[in-house]
């Protein structure tokens, strides 16, 4: 019941706005026609943006406009005209016939299901305005004595409608293609985290398979030495390790369903940097650090082995991010060479020590430790260069005092979709 209550209360204020933001907005107008209160304003733009926004109760936005509009409207004439507040409301009152209609077309059209075809969009609100503005012509010519339209005055209505519903759709789609790039990112940014822990996971499992093996070796052995108490203990052991490989195995299969068929589509490389780079970003901001990023690319095409590439990539930067202190610039550069994409991702933090270079592809190799001591996991860069070997590439490191940099080399074929 007070969930109810705080929606109802939501929605009439949503519902509020519309109508203060409307009748606002309609004082912001044209006067087309001679010897009429007549006006093409913003205030049916802002009112068929705010209804695509937000899940809207149309109709009640319709009425709430009506009276709010025909409010001020009449207020305004009563102060700027000395016309009585009855009389002004008698004046505007079409224009309340012209919200209510609106509102009832766009109710029963259901613009949100036109959302992603703004063509038939923009062409349907279109009709809806001009059917609204001839309701209310006509409603002046019975209560005002107004000369009714002729030919170049309903072109005149139709341009306007046109321009008008046009305009709010291309703000919208502008809006919708926004999102959708932030909600394309995420997505990417989870697989890309997904893929490497199915790689990891995916070791686990031979790791496991081993150990499952190595245990019914060991029950048989003690079974035929005639321990059978020893054998049966072996025997537990190997059977509850099986157990925890077919859990294993079937989170395995659910992740892979996600990342394993690269059901994400296509990408351009420089659609992936572009999100390396905001979502790296904002993680250098989040370590209070100040990073330049500089993106150089020389060659560009489609791949779907964006999952991949933007797996390892994220993790480099990363790691090029937690090295550098305080301020610094990451390069990332991709060009070709011959039949070769070659990537580089280089940064002037802190490097690598010598001693250190011929490790740090290691599985547990870690320079990162949190506040309480403990280190990191230290699989990142295994992941990058078994991720690296899966694409038929390699990888090679070079570091001193002032720079260290990372050179990726992947044949372009392994990489790169067929459609250019």
Excluded at 37 to 46: D, H, W
Excluded at 55 to 82: D, E, K
Excluded at 321 to 334: C, H
């Amino acid at each position: 019941m007070y969930s109810k209550f705080l929606l109802s209360r939501t929605s009439l204020t949503w519902i509020l706005l519309i109508a203060i933001l409307t009748a606002l907005g309609s004082e912001i107008k044209i006067i087309p026609f001679a010897d009429t209160s007549f006006r093409f304003g913003l205030g049916t733009i802002i009112f068929f943006l705010c209804t695509l926004l937000k899940p809207t109760p149309i109709i009640f936005a319709g009425i709430a406009t009506s009276i709010v509009t025909t409010a001020l409207r009449a207020a305004i004439s009563f102060y700027t005209q000395n016309i009585s507040i009855l009389e002004g409301i008698y004046i505007h009152l079409p224009a309340a016939t012209f919200y209510l209609l609106f509102a009832l077309c766009l109710q029963y059209l259901n613009i949100h299901q036109y959302r992603e075809k703004p063509l038939k969009l923009g062409l349907l609100v279109a009709l809806s305005e001009v059917i609204s503005n001839l309701a209310e012509q006509l409603l002046r010519f019975f209560v005002q004595s107004y000369t009714i339209l002729f030919f170049h005055d309903l072109l005149i209505l139709l341009a306007v409608a046109l321009l008008r519903s046009f305009f709010v759709v291309g703000i919208y789609s502008s809006i919708l293609i926004a999102e959708q790039k932030k909600r394309v990112q995420e997505i990417l940014t989870i697989g890309s985290d997904l893929y490497v822990e199915t790689l990891y996971l995916k070791k686990s499992m031979n790791h496991i398979e081993a150990i499952t093996a190595n245990g019914f070796d060991l029950y048989r052995q003690l079974k035929a030495q005639g321990n059978r108490s020893e054998s049966l203990q072996a025997l537990h052991i190997a059977q509850e390790i099986h157990e925890v490989k077919k859990d294993s195995q079937r989170i395995y299969a659910g992740i892979s369903k996600i990342v394993g068929d690269k059901s994400f589509g296509s990408l351009r490389l420089s659609e992936l940097l572009h999100y390396i780079e905001d979502g790296n970003s904002k993680y250098s901001e989040l370590l209070g650090k100040d990073i330049q990023f500089n993106i150089t690319l020389k060659t560009d095409f489609l791949t779907n082995e964006h999952i991949a590439l933007l797996a390892l990539l994220n993790n480099l930067t990363a790691n090029a991010i937690e090295a550098i202190e305080g301020q610094g610039v990451i390069s990332i550069d991709i060009q070709q060479q011959e039949v070769d994409t070659v990537i580089t991702v280089s940064d002037d933090g802190k490097g690598i020590t010598e001693s250190d270079l011929s490790i740090i592809f290691e599985p547990g190799y870690t320079t990162k430790y949190n506040v309480e001591g403990v280190a990191a996991t230290g699989i990142g860069l295994s992941h990058v260069a078994e991720l690296i070997s899966k694409l038929n590439g390699s990888i090679s490191v070079e570091s001193n005092n002032f720079k260290t940099m990372f050179k990726i080399i992947i044949p372009t074929q392994t990489i790169q979709t067929g459609e250019t």
